[in-house]
């Protein structure tokens, strides 16, 4: 296969994004899938409103975890085949592995603690904060605790991608989770 020896090709960039986040991306729909039981904040309020709401679980967020960070080492194990067809494809350092999805969640719960406070119910859309508190929760952890790893994959080209690409893919797996009445709202 050819490869261009200087720079990037948008396809290559758009892999490496994809690739990079994938671990990010899964962990809200696992947590979707092993959702349930006890809320994070126990029932807790705070002026009257729920601290995060019973859309926050334990289960579901180390389920979203587990799965994230299973899905990163399991692509590192396919890494150096992928690497053949397409190259810049980072492998995940073990941090890496689990500050990716423990952030999207992170973000996820943020997100929930901020559409409480503004009045709205569990599963009420707050658009733009739906779409990209992961996405700042999952990189911000990761340039965190691993800035070697994150900016050695996350070049400018490929963060831009990222950003785009991100709310696109949000907006279709919870449609499609919401027509397979997996998720009680298409957002
Ligand atoms: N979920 C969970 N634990 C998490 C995130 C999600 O158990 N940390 C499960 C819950 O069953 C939740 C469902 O996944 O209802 C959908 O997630 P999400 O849309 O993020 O939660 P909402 O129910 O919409 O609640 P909120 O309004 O607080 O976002
Ligand atoms: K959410
Ligand atoms: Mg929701």
């Not at 994809?18 to 962990?27: E, G, S």
Request: charged share 10%.
């Amino acid at each position: 296969l050819t490869q261009h020896a200087s720079g990037m090709d948008i396809v290559g960039v758009l892999a490496v994004a994809f690739w990079a986040m994938l671990p990010a991306y899964v962990p809200n729909n696992a947590a979707v899938l092993v959702g349930g039981g006890p809320p994070i904040d126990g029932g807790r309020t705070w002026n009257g409103r729920r601290l995060l709401g019973d859309g926050k679980t334990w289960l579901g967020t180390a389920g979203g975890i587990v799965a994230g960070a299973a899905l990163a080492l399991g692509l590192n194990t396919i890494h150096s085949t992928v690497s053949d067809a397409v190259a810049g494809l980072p492998e995940f350092t073990l941090v890496a592995a689990i500050t990716l999805p423990a952030g999207a969640l992170l973000g996820d719960i943020g997100a929930s603690f901020l559409k409480r406070r503004t009045g709205r119910e569990r599963g009420a859309a707050f658009p733009g904060l739906d779409q990209l508190d992961f996405v700042v929760g999952s990189l911000g952890l990761t340039v965190v605790l691993a800035p070697g790893w994150f900016f050695e994959t996350f070049t400018l080209p490929v963060l831009a991608v990222v950003l785009v690409i991100t709310p696109v893919l949000h907006v279709g797996t919870n449609l499609v989770a919401y027509m397979l009445s997996l998720k009680s709202e298409p957002w």
